[in-house]
């Protein structure tokens, strides 16, 4: 399928991406634009190329064929560590906070280039006292965001499945990532918890311009609050456009009557 030529309102591209394994192509010539401020889904049946998609974009695969652009700048084959740098962050499936550290301290160890880490900040005690004053106020701000400022104190061992959630994507806002990459946001939790997680994310796209790219089966949940969506079956994209006509989709309908 095309991709619109104004590289300007994309955050993300690739181009004609594959991915092998043996014999296999898990990922067969697949390019997507992810637009710049928008939640996109990837979706897909099990086994459909989304997660070895997902591993390539963020360094974790190289592919056999293809480029992948973070803002126009070509980042095919950089390592995880350098991407992240790009400030593109990857949630994963499962959250792993630190059990014991409190929801705020979880917060704070996830932020970017902390002054803490250098040696050098340690000779200007003030600098540093200071630097750490706004981080705890940008963590705040994030968890007041969330719904989780009145539980700020309490340890991430004693959340339920939906605050763990809501602690992964304030983790990634830490990092001052531009493009984060959530992978089964809603997993887990229940619709109405489900549904806030949403609520969250359209939040971070109209108040702290976000984009987002999203791996999701739960799209009785998740479609409505998209703003486009890519559908991959057996390796290669299938649909790409518009989350209201999705379904009505002849090729999305028979993968999805199929399972």
């Not at 390539?56 to 652009?69: H, Q």
């Amino acid at each position: 399928m095309s991709i619109a030529t104004n590289t300007d309102d994309f955050i993300l591209k690739t181009e004609n991406i594959v991915k092998k394994f043996g014999e296999l192509k898990a990922v067969n010539e697949v390019s997507i634009a992810v637009r710049k401020r928008k939640i996109s889904l990837l979706i897909g049946p099990n086994g459909s190329g989304k997660t070895t998609l997902v591993n390539v974009i963020s360094g974790y695969y190289k592919p056999d064929a293809g480029k992948v652009y973070l803002e126009n700048r070509d980042i095919t084959g950089l390592p995880p560590h350098k991407i992240y740098k790009l400030k593109l962050v990857r949630s994963f499936q499962i959250p792993a906070p630190f059990a014991r550290l409190s929801v705020l301290e979880n917060l704070l160890v996830a932020s970017r280039d902390h002054p803490g880490e250098n040696f050098f900040t340690h000779l200007f005690r003030g600098k540093w006292v200071n630097y750490e004053r706004k981080l705890v106020e940008k963590a705040y701000d994030i968890l007041e965001m969330l719904g989780m400022g009145d539980i700020w104190i309490r340890r991430a061992e004693e959340l339920s499945a939906a605050q763990l959630k809501l602690l992964e994507i304030g983790r990634a806002l830490m990092s001052d990532a531009d493009f984060i990459i959530l992978d089964e946001p809603i997993a887990g939790v229940n619709p109405t918890s489900a549904h806030e997680i949403f609520s969250h994310l359209t939040e971070l796209r109209d108040k702290y311009n976000k984009s987002l790219l999203v791996i999701e089966h739960r799209l009785d949940i998740a479609l409505p609050y998209a703003d486009h969506v890519f559908v991959l079956n057996e390796g290669r994209l299938i649909y790409d456009g518009n989350p209201r006509e999705v379904m009505e989709d002849e090729k999305v309908k028979a993968v999805y009557i199929g399972e």
